[in-house]
């Protein structure tokens, strides 16, 4: 386990390439509405735009990549819905984990997983346990994953561990016990389908992130458009609180900007 920096203690080291993006993946059942298609087929064609989403990241050196899947509200959807969704991700995980593995990725889920079936929960240990050695991506998937959630249960098992800290804690105490614990905080947060909210996401997590918002639906969104989410970023200065002046010289990301976005692909 990396031993993650945290972005109000200290100032984070910032790279060219985000070290780690988040993707809040939004917009599938419009992007099927759009077809007169049922939203399913929605869901079916954003699974592919996972797959691009992970070679993409792969080759362009982001080292984890956090993909929110499944919200600890979608349950108020359509029962039907749910299903569906909850289908699509064992047939993935059964179709995918040996790809990733060969891939070098490194697969983990956050969320709480005490409401999915027993098969899917052991599908999801399998593909942790296989690809835990994994070194050139970690792919994340958040599912029935919520950010207060996540603050609850890890004030809860810190307390467990550390009754001592009911008197007072810190940060210190406390990230450990986050889902994410393993993961930098994300450089860079994308969410496409043009929503312009964070939807109970990485609440803790997103203090210093770079938010980009892309009306881009997500079974569109592929290669390029992940590099003009990235050339974005690189044109942000990130000052975690100081001013520009303070700034290293050349500590700008402009200047590494991707030269002709798309064609990276
Ligand atoms: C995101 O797409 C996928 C999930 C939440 C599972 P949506 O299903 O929210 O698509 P829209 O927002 O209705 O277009
Ligand atoms: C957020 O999308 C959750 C996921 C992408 C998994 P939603 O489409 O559910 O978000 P809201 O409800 O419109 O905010
Ligand atoms: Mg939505």
Redesign the pocket.
């Known amino acids: 386990m990396t031993n993650p920096v945290s972005s109000t203690l200290e100032v984070p080291e910032t790279r060219r390439i985000p070290r780690h993006v988040a993707v ?10 759009q077809r007169f298609l049922p ?1 399913v087929a ?2 079916r064609r ?1 699974a592919e735009a996972v797959r691009n989403a992970v070679r993409a990241c792969a080759e362009r050196g982001v080292e984890y990549l956090t993909l ?4 600890s509200e ?1 349950w108020r ?1 359509p029962p039907d ?1 749910v299903s569906f ?1 909850m289908q699509l991700f064992v047939v993935a995980l059964e179709q995918e984990v040996e790809k990733l593995h060969e891939n070098d990725v490194s697969f983990r889920v956050v969320g709480d997983l005490g409401r999915f079936e027993p098969k899917l929960v052991r599908l999801i240990r399998e593909a942790e346990a296989l690809t835990a050695g994994n070194r050139r991506l970690t792919l994340t998937i958040a599912a029935n994953y919520g950010g207060r959630w996540d603050m609850l249960q890890a004030v809860h098992r810190m307390l467990r561990d550390h009754p001592e800290l009911a008197a007072g804690f810190g940060e210190g105490d406390f990230t450990p016990y986050l889902a994410l614990n393993y993961a930098p905080e994300p450089d860079l947060f994308i969410r496409t ?1 043009g ?1 312009q909210r964070i939807s109970n996401f990485l609440l803790w997590q997103l203090a210093y992130t770079e938010l980009y918002f892309t009306d881009t ?2 079974p569109d969104f592929d290669a390029a458009a992940l590099d003009r989410a990235i050339v974005s970023y690189q044109q942000r200065e990130r000052r975690f609180g100081r001013t520009s002046e303070q700034l290293p010289a050349g500590a700008g990301l402009a200047a590494y900007r991707i030269e002709n976005p798309g064609d990276a692909a």
């Open positions: 809040i993946m939004d917009g599938n059942g419009r992007w099927a509405r939203r929605g869901h954003g929110f899947a499944f919200s979608n959807r819905e969704l389908g929503e639906l997500w």
